[in-house]
């Protein structure tokens, strides 16, 4: 009886709410040694719903590339998910897609975005430096160190995959973006307890970029390319 009552509860995936208190993932059971990965669709978020361009939302390529990523890392023995959200238009804060990653034990926060702006191609940001925004300061000595160490091995993965049929640009850091230069980090990085990357898969608003990751080839390709990133992180972490 003991036996049954402890593998029902081994058995049963950890719910993870909002801070309204409403449901919005759920912790895998640690019924194994799977290294856990937050994949984070951008947007909605208390600050933005995401830029358009070329008739193509941001908030739907992201929810896209996270649904082929999720899908490639569910084949992967060693390799489990979680999303930040349940549904494309669900509004998430970037505190709670923080702690969401938080409170699933998350060996990484992938959260994926698209750029606009001047330039073309890829680009991954991490934490630099401590920010402080709602009163806390974060993240950790640890974290940036973390997380600079998934930006590299994201970006040795990244190129192995992508080769020429998208730009890889060099890597960048939070602080260098337009909220992490006031606030010291992006808010998704100061609340994170677990290593946080940025992708900003294309520049939405250059066309060439726009077509390539509008067709399923591309969010493909992306999603393949991030995923050969998570097993070089975690391979080198373990
Ligand atoms: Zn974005």
Known sequence: MTLLVLLLIVGSATAIFSQAGEKIASRPAPT????????????????????VHHGLKEVDICWQVALQLEKL?????????????PQVDRLVTNRERAEIANAAGAALMLRLHCDSGKGSGCTLYYPDREGTV?????????????????????????????????????????????????????????????????????YLNNASDAAFIKEPAGQELLARGMLAGIKEFVSVNR
């Open 32 to 51: 194994d040694n799977c290294q856990l990965i937050a994949i984070d669709p951008g947007h909605p978020s208390e600050t933005s719903g995401g830029c």
């Open 73 to 85: 890392v569910a084949a992967e023995p060693g390799l489990r998910s979680i999303k930040t959200k």
């Open 134 to 202: 709602q009163g806390v300061t974060g993240p950790s000595e640890e974290v940036i160190t973390q997380s600079r160490l998934a930006a590299e091995a994201m970006q040795k993965g990244l190129a192995g995959v992508l080769g020429s049929q998208l730009k890889l640009n060099p890597i960048k850091t939070d602080s260098v973006t337009y909220v992490g230069s006031k606030q010291g980090a992006l808010t998704g990085s100061i609340f994170a307890k677990v290593p946080a990357l940025v992708v900003e898969m294309v």
